[in-house]
């Protein structure tokens, strides 16, 4: 029976717009309890950002010559933790923005964002800056999913960009009745 309760049954395929949300028991630093928009997913392989793993650090931290903007910051994952990109709702107004879904953009122009910012143009809850990104080579995510490591599931935009550290636990609340195992499940099992 408790073996049911943590089997996944994907009825969502993985595909770009769509979020991955982690197993209870995935204890990784970049993916403990957390929630993976896809930005890219293909034969190639895939892309995504942690949208849940906020972190503590100004902007003006990072990027130097950026304006100071009180943005929202996470780390996106465990790849090229050098570099800083950025999810928006901003669409067109950012030349060379990506769409991943009706109103949803991944990158485009850093100097534009950086001047929409200083006249006053972007809000906070326009757009989530992450550290490193998460990828997948070709069927590394689908070999994970069919490890039961991730559910692939939908969230509108609303909710990706005002998402906090919490939305794992709300998202599986929404999700019915098997998922509030999983969502009140303890961190740390042995600690109880």
């Known amino acids: ?13 993985p595909s770009k717009g769509r979020v991955l949300i982690a197993e209870p028991f995935l204890n990784d630093y970049y993916f403990k309890r957390s929630i993976v928009l896809l930005t890219e997913h293909n034969l190639d392989g895939s892309i995504g ?9 100004k902007l003006t931290e990072l990027l130097p010559d950026f304006p100071d903007f009180n943005a929202n910051v996470s780390v996106g994952g465990p790849v090229s933790t050098d570099t800083v990109q950025f999810i928006h709702t901003l669409g067109p ?4 923005s990506m769409e991943i ?3 949803l953009y991944w990158g485009g122009d850093f100097e534009q ?7 006053g143009k972007v809000k906070p809850e326009d757009v989530l800056f992450c550290i490193g990104y998460s990828g ?3 069927n590394q995510l689908d070999d994970e999913l ?6 692939v599931t939908e969230l509108n935009t609303d909710k990706i960009m005002r998402s ?17 195992v999983w969502a009140n499940f303890p961190e740390n099992p042995d600690s109880n």
């Not at 107004?93 to 060379?96: K, N, T, V, Y």
């Not at 964002?113 to 006249?119: A, D, K």
């Open 164 to 180: 906090t550290r919490n939305i794992w636990k709300h998202t599986l609340l929404d999700m019915g009745e098997k998922y509030k």
């Open 101 to 103: 879904k009706p109103g």
């Open 113 to 119: 964002m950086g001047s929409l910012i200083r006249m």
């Open 93 to 96: 107004a950012i030349a060379h």
């Open 136 to 138: 997948w080579s070709p």
């Open 1 to 13: 029976m408790l073996e049911e309760i943590f089997t996944i049954r994907n009825q969502i395929l």
């Open 49 to 57: 950002f942690v949208i849940n793993n906020p972190v503590k650090v």
């Open 146 to 151: 069919s490890q039961n490591s991730w559910i």
